[in-house]
């Protein structure tokens, strides 16, 4: 490639060029984090009150140094299959670190607060860096996508992937309806309304949260309704142009980062999540292992809640991932 190509696609295509330079500046930011959670002792592993080893900072602090001398070695001599691949490495290992931030985010929106502050922040910045690095690992095969590309025109996703996000919708019915007959003071497994109120407000919930339980709306329940709408976005025309029934944006394209940034970190979240809860559960029904009963009188009824939301999580954050892969292909831009 000559000099001249070079500086017409860096012209043409200026943000791929530009991803490994912010990957390095966010692996220097996110090494400075752990550093300074080592010197101030703050522990990133927060379990039940427990966590108190400096051992996850001094590995948040190794992951941010070998992901900036990483995107240092790609700034400064391009992409090489040998960087490429230490890259998407590195990029795995923080979207590990970053599995469990749904579960905050989701936290803070129902008006609880987190365990661990620092722990949250960890995993916000592990998501942002598996991001850049992802982005870095592509720029030079994005900078070689052609200009004249256009977005194709709104289509449904195949019939294989709608059946799927029907599954996932009714696999949050059960949850739904469990957690809505709570809050309207009716009595599952053993425990009445009243009781699972009064957990929430134990465990720090809002008044916001506390209010719409007490009017028979379960904030969970309506998170649920939200992450439904999310997945048949992914699937429907509708989710590629605003629909008519949007104000003053119906028409207009839908920026492809909107359904999909929500729907990839919903789908590193609940996927894992709920098919490793799903095989905990199996085998503890089994009797292989045993389950803490919690809030409720037994061990039976603590299952019975455990399998009617671990099944809606796996369900559902299986759909979203067909549904997310669905939505990729069909909105790439054609040449």
């Avoid at 379990?47 to 070695?73: Q, Y």
């Avoid at 977005?151 to 009714?170: C, D, E, F, M």
């Avoid at 039976?300 to 067909?322: C, E, K, M, N």
Wanted: proline residues 6%; charged residues 10%.
């Amino acid at each position: 490639m000559s000099t001249r190509d070079m500086n017409t696609w860096r012209q043409q295509r200026p943000w791929p060029h530009r991803a490994g330079r912010a990957a390095l500046v966010w692996a220097v930011a996110y090494a400075g984090f752990g550093l300074a959670c080592v010197l101030s002792g703050t522990p990133l592993l927060h379990i039940r009150g427990d966590g108190t080893s400096l051992g996850p900072a001094w590995a948040v602090v190794a992951v941010g140094m070998t992901a900036a001398l990483i995107s240092a070695a790609v700034v400064r001599y391009g992409m090489r299959p040998a960087l490429r691949v230490l890259l998407l490495s590195v990029c795995g290992l923080t979207g590990v670190i970053a599995f469990g931030l749904l579960m905050d985010v989701i936290t803070l929106m129902v008006g609880q607060g987190v365990d661990s502050p620092a722990s949250a922040a960890n995993k916000a910045l592990s998501a942002v860096g598996a991001v850049l690095l992802a982005a870095t690992a592509r720029s030079d095969r994005l900078a070689a996508v052609p200009t004249g590309t256009a977005a194709p025109k709104p289509s449904a996703a195949p019939r294989s992937a709608q059946l799927t996000a029907w599954a996932g919708t009714l696999a949050f019915l059960p949850y739904a309806a469990m957690k809505t007959y709570w809050a309207s003071g009716g009595t599952f497994a053993g425990v009445t309304g009243g009781e699972m109120l009064a957990v929430s407000e134990r465990n720090g919930a809002s008044g916001i949260f506390l209010a719409l339980e007490s009017w028979g709306l379960d904030p969970t329940a309506l998170l649920a309704l939200l992450g439904v709408f999310l997945l048949w976005g992914l699937v429907r025309p509708w989710g590629q142009v605003f629909p008519r029934w949007t104000p003053f944006l119906r028409g207009r394209r839908v920026p492809r980062w909107l359904p999909l940034a929500p729907a990839l970190l919903g789908a590193a979240t609940l996927a894992p999540y709920g098919v490793v809860g799903v095989g905990y559960l199996a085998l503890v029904t089994g009797g292989a292992v045993t389950m803490g009963r919690g809030d409720f009188a037994s061990e039976g009824d603590a299952l019975l809640v455990a399998w009617t939301g671990i099944t809606a999580f796996a369900v559902y954050g299986v759909a979203l991932v067909v549904a997310a892969r669905s939505y990729w292909l069909r909105t790439r831009p054609a040449a």
